[in-house]
T-cell receptor, first 113, second 112 residues
């Protein structure tokens, strides 16, 4: 078990659906991250939130919309996704966005039909 | 930009020692991380090196040479559960070190 909790663990959705991925941590971390990971590839950074403000967007398509309601929660809103968006979506947090290690959640495995 | 290289796959025998190498080229350096990832699971933090030398944590040790742009992860007394991917990662200076850039990972298979 990890200290970063992601829900749901699995999600299957059609290309016209709207869904959200959720991430929660109670370690007092002030930086939170979304990553996308395809099979047999390393995680690729999507977004970074530092002190609840979006600090990095890695040119992610607008069909992915992040939200940080408070310092413990991070959401990823999904709309009109494509089949190539099927992947493992990982949330991570760290004490700050500097040199502290990032702690990952177990991820949400997303399948787009 | 960053360039991080790791071997794609390695095999070893239970009880043995294995060394996984990582070489990197960065425009600025602020530490190197090693993560373990079992198939279908989250990456788990193993070690962090920012100064030259060896960091030891039980059966796992990590070494860094900043002048050579080189690190290795040493796993001793291998167990079957050590079969996993091992990811080397450095922080990207261009984003104020907020972004963690991963190598392609090394898949380690431990056999009986």
């Amino acid at each position: 078990d990890t200290e970063v909790t992601q829900t749901p663990k699995h999600l299957v959705m059609g290309m016209t659906n709207k869904k959200s991925l959720k991430c929660e941590q109670h370690m007092g971390h002030r930086a939170m991250y979304w990553y996308k990971q395809k099979a047999k590839k390393p995680p690729e950074l999507m977004f970074v939130y530092s002190y609840e403000k979006l600090s990095i967007n890695e040119s992610v398509p607008s069909r992915f919309s992040p939200e940080c309601p408070n310092s413990s929660l991070l959401n990823l809103h999904l709309h009109a996704l494509q089949p190539e968006d099927s992947a493992l979506y990982l949330c991570a947090s760290s004490q700050g966005a500097g040199n502290q290690p990032q702690h990952f959640g177990d991820g949400t495995r997303l399948s787009i039909l | 930009g960053q360039n991080i290289d790791q071997p794609t796959e390695m095999t070893a025998t239970e009880g043995a020692i294995v060394q996984i190498n990582c070489t990197y080229q960065t425009s600025g350096f602020n530490g190197l991380f090693w993560y373990q990832q079992h198939a279908g699971e989250a990456p788990t933090f193993l070690s962090y090196n920012v100064l030259d030398g060896l960091e030891e944590k039980g059966r796992f040790s990590s070494f860094l040479s900043r002048s050579k742009g080189y690190s290795y992860l040493l796993l001793k007394e291998l167990q079957m559960k050590d079969s996993a991917s091992y990811l080397c990662a450095v922080r990207d200076r261009d984003t104020g070190f907020q972004k963690l850039v991963f190598g392609t990972g090394t898949r380690l298979l431990v056999s009986p």
